[in-house]
């Protein structure tokens, strides 16, 4: 009977054993990519200047928060910048706070108000020539209500160079409006989006999933003043960088948190 005993506990011990590792080989690890303390991890691309020139101090790090500001630009001058974080990615779920704050910057377009973004799939900022005003990319839009009672979904698809396959057919639509509430005043909206390569999108907001759509690929216009070399349209994008957007709005980050998710495409 004693000898029993130890057989089942050594039974009982090895399938914990079993049981421990199989869960650390797929157990999901969040990675921050903002670190709280600065932004020495991203890449910076503003239009009409070259990469890693922050113009104007336009992202900078403040109470834990990254602050897209204006206060040193005078006129805007369609300067759309973004802030890329170093390493690209392919599957993964990204999560990201936001807030808009403040008054849309001088002479920047009546549609940048309350309005930003995360772009993924990006192409990398040091292939955009100067002059160039949106990467290649697809962007899960941030908007603001403007107070007026009337809806204003954020959460969006739109498609700098990009196109999208939705509801089954490829959507050739700069912007898909998703199902998402309107978010008033400065408060914080989490985000989160959910990619696995050049397959399925999920955009979800404060919890719920507001739009989703596949086979993200290059293709369409926006996007200006671009290497034709790397504008291949028709290629399906499996990977690329994930940027934070600043177009006129002062907005803040925070809580920028992401999952690699390759380990369910090991898994397939």
């Known amino acids: 009977m004693k000898k029993y005993?130890?057989?089942?506990?050594?039974?009982?011990?090895?399938?914990?054993?079993?049981?421990?590792?199989?869960?650390?080989?797929?157990?999901?690890?969040?990675i921050n990519l903002f670190n709280g303390k600065d932004i020495n991890d991203?890449?910076?691309?503003?239009?009409?200047?070259?990469?890693n020139e922050n113009f104007g101090n336009s992202f900078?790090?403040?109470e834990?928060?990254?602050?897209?500001?204006?206060?040193?630009?005078?006129?805007?001058?369609?300067?759309?910048?973004?802030?890329?974080?170093?390493?690209?990615f392919s599957w993964f779920h990204l999560i990201v706070e936001y807030r808009f704050v403040g008054a849309l910057q001088k002479g920047a377009p009546s549609?940048?108000?309350l309005n930003s973004g995360v772009m993924f799939h990006s192409q990398d900022p040091r292939t955009m020539p100067k002059e160039q005003d949106w990467p290649i990319s697809v962007e899960m839009q941030f908007l603001g209500g403007l107070g007026n009672g009337k809806p204003r979904p954020t959460g969006s698809m739109c498609s700098p160079g990009t196109n999208v396959v939705y509801k089954?057919?490829?959507?050739?639509?700069?912007?898909?409006?998703?199902?998402?509430?309107?978010?008033?005043?400065?408060?914080?909206?989490?985000?989160?989006?959910?990619?696995?390569?050049?397959?399925?999108?999920?955009h979800i907001i404060n919890g719920d999933t507001v739009l989703q759509y596949s086979k993200p690929q290059i293709g369409g216009g926006v996007v200006n003043r671009y290497d034709p070399l790397i504008k291949q349209d028709g290629k399906l994008l499996s990977i690329g960088f994930i940027a934070l957007q600043s177009e006129g709005q002062p907005v803040d980050f925070r809580n920028v948190q992401l999952m690699d998710l390759s380990y369910l495409k090991n898994n397939k």
């Open 111 to 113: 549609y940048t108000l």
């Open 168 to 202: 089954g057919k490829l959507d050739s639509t700069h912007c898909i409006t998703s199902s998402a509430k309107t978010y008033d005043g400065e408060q914080w909206v989490r985000a989160e989006l959910i990619v696995y390569g050049d397959s399925l999108v999920k």
């Open 42 to 51: 991203w890449m910076v691309k503003i239009q009409h200047h070259q990469v």
């Open 64 to 88: 834990g928060i990254i602050k897209v500001r204006y206060d040193q630009y005078g006129d805007f001058n369609d300067q759309f910048g973004h802030l890329y974080y170093k390493t690209p």
């Open 60 to 62: 900078r790090v403040e």
């Open 5 to 30: 005993f130890i057989l089942l506990g050594v039974a009982a011990a090895v399938a914990v054993s079993c049981h421990t590792s199989k869960k650390a080989a797929t157990e999901k690890q969040w």
